[in-house]
């Protein structure tokens, strides 16, 4: 039975989904009103991460059992919820610049984030699956949300074709670990720890967390990654690289952490290594903007990946901290990105996402050079910026369980990325305009860059206020 | 209960015995005399045009999937029905918040047009060149 | 002897692994399209072994009725359909068959040395009664998010059938 408390327990999670339902009705009948949409959609996501600050330090099982609230998935909504804001605030000069400017993308923006919050909660394997289905077709359906432009197109049948097919695995993990465990609660399933070395619940749950590993881009299923977010709409991209990857990890690591033991510890840093390997040694051979990032990110969720591996106190801390910096620095490389690309009709390819393009991008728009020069510099760990603090508090969870190798050639891998993030920063600042455009920008998209920009330095000088918001510590 | 489905068995069973056996029986009585108007494609007696595989309009691709999200809504029908007078007014209000939620789908389709048909635009003729000079005095 | 129910099971099991080989081998779509009708029933049968009676009806409605129509759907309205015969084709299928050949032996492996939970089936057992209660008190939240699942796939198929 559902009790009224079950609802005050979950006010973010009803605000989103109301408004998500609410926008799918007005868009059913008044098409102008994207104006209004657009305001509904904000407020809602504010109001989401205001009311979200309220469970902070608390403890609850809600839906009889089925979500749970407490610090570790209150943090990460607010930070998934925090990525939608900041994008969402910068799509809307995207999409009526590409003229899809309609009221079904902030419905499944919304719809995308409730699965993201259903997910992260979640105390059952089945309503982990759900949030992840309504995140994941989401995420399909804006993958493809630009029809006229084939590369969209293509790059969301790829995305549909290979999570579905990812999909089967997760479920199959899932009924592996019912049959063995004989419930989906996590609370049967971590109750008794003998299940941990029985072999049907090691292929569960490998087959399991293969289907958030792809999610989240990691080694051997990062594949899809490139394509898929080259061919999506920039603020999509955005969108997919900062608050989906959030919702998985910050569902699939509280789940190592209590199910897998020293044992695996191996595993986890070979599949960290190697992508951190793959990400950042194929982004070196890139030119297009977007790829470029795309494998960015494959890296960060290598080091994402290394601070899991850890499996230590500071396993969650130092991942969520990290996902915070690097929602901050991505999303923010992002928006820019969009803001520059080119509004191109009845053409196949993205227009003005080259690095090329880029040159001398400092003398003709310093508004937008500026900011991108910090998020690039966050990206690569430069000291002070927000980046460089998550990659330590990652690597020191590493040395703590004795990681050290591990930690070393993250520092290493660290290293080569400057290369291509530092490249783009020359040929914005030291190499003549290739074209004189000056890009325009809307108040919107510039606020979004301000606050990325702004939280950027805040996290970076003072780290300490984000752990600050937590009296109990992390489990 | 278990044995209710073993006559669905046996009639399926029958089923394929029954279609088998016409069918082996038509092969070994049958006379078998061919000729080329009794291979051809039968058609009321016209001649075939065409391929037999033809495209689908995608306009019935909508409407199959409108069926299988109703579908898969029925499945969930009949539990609720069944423990519905257990359970009162509370499932009466969940199923309602269930059913709503994919009526507005169906709003949605509606509203958008998804089910309309393209009707088909007449062309209607047109005359380019003046066959009768029309005097303008 | 073997009683009536292991010789059920092992005739569908044959029939259904024997046509997912046509559905996968089968050169033209159609036939693996038909193939499919075949495992999904003989799936059905399996589960009503297993006295899971409204999992049975829900694959023939769901499965069968629903979702085997809509794929023969999409082959018809794939284009070109005229002018060539739709082919599958598999291009590495080398490294394919090893990687299932691996997953299949450590499956099997599991399976058998495993010691599972088995609960005889019961007789007379009408499932549909638990299932609904279930359903509409301890799996509520799970079934009200199924139908926004539902809503999104129906608003995004409808949005990419959309001329424009």
Redesign the interface.
Known sequence: MIKTIDFLNSIPLLIISVSAVITILVGSFYKKSTKYVYAVTLIALIAAIYYSFGYLDKEYLIYNNFLRVNNITTLFSIIALFAVLLSTLSAKAYIEKEEINFIEFYSLVLFSTAGMLIMIQSYNLITVFVGLELMSISFYILTGFLRKRIKSNESALKYFLLGAFMTGFLLFGISLIYGITGSMSYANIFQDTSVFKNPVFLIGSALFMIGFFFKMGLFPFHLWVPDVYEGAPTTITGLMSTAGKIAAVGTITPFIVYTASDNFRLIFSIIALLTMLIGNVTALAQSNIKRILAFSSIASAGYILVGVAAMNDLSIKSVSFYLLAYTLMQLGAFIIVSLIEKPAEGINEYRNVDIEDYKGLARTNPQLAIPLTIFLFSLGGIPPLAGFWGKYYLFYAAIQSNLIWLSISAILFSVISLYYYLKIVVYMWFNPPANGDVYKIDSMPSLSILIAAFLTFLFGIFPQYFFALFKTPFK | ??AD?GQI?VFMLFAIAFVAIAFFVALFLAPKKPSYSKESTYECGEDTE??T??????????V??????F??????L??????FK??GL??FV??A??LI??I?????????G?LQWDKPQPVIPELKRQIFKVDSN | MPDINTILFYIFAFLIVSFSFIVVFAKNIIYSAVSLFVTLFGTAALYILLRADFLAITQVMVYIGGILILLIFGIMMTTRITDSEIKTTNLSSVPAVFVSAGVFVILIIVLLTTKWNINPPVENDVTVNRIGNLLLTTYLLPFEIASVVLLIALMGAAMYARKK
């Open positions: 209960m278990f489905y068995l065409g391929e595989w033809v495209r689908f309009n995608v306009r019935y691709y909508v199959a999937l409108i069926f299988i999200i579908d898969v809504e029925v499945v969930f009949f539990p609720w029905a069944v423990v257990e359970l509370f499932a969940e199923m918040v269930f939620i994919l507005l789908g169906f709003v949605y389709v509606l509203a958008k998804d």
